[in-house]
């Protein structure tokens, strides 16, 4: 059985990653440009999401 792009596309749940990402607090990842572009998409729609991130990444480094 041979896997199209399309079929492939439609497995990967960007919203899912995204989750799981921020659950699991990954501080690093390998994608393919595909993903990491849908991935970017999902995450541009959750400004909360960028400045807890950012927020965070702060207060680990002793910033403000």
Known sequence: ??????????RFDAEA?????QHHVVTST???PTHFYHLA???SDRP???QKSRSSSASSR???
């Open 1 to 10: 059985m041979s896997t199209s792009a399309t079929d492939a596309e439609a």
């Open 41 to 43: 998409l999902v995450a």
């Open 48 to 50: 909360a999401v960028r």
């Open 17 to 21: 990653t995204l989750r799981a990402i």
């Open 30 to 32: 390998r994608m393919v």
């Open 62 to 64: 002793g910033g403000p």
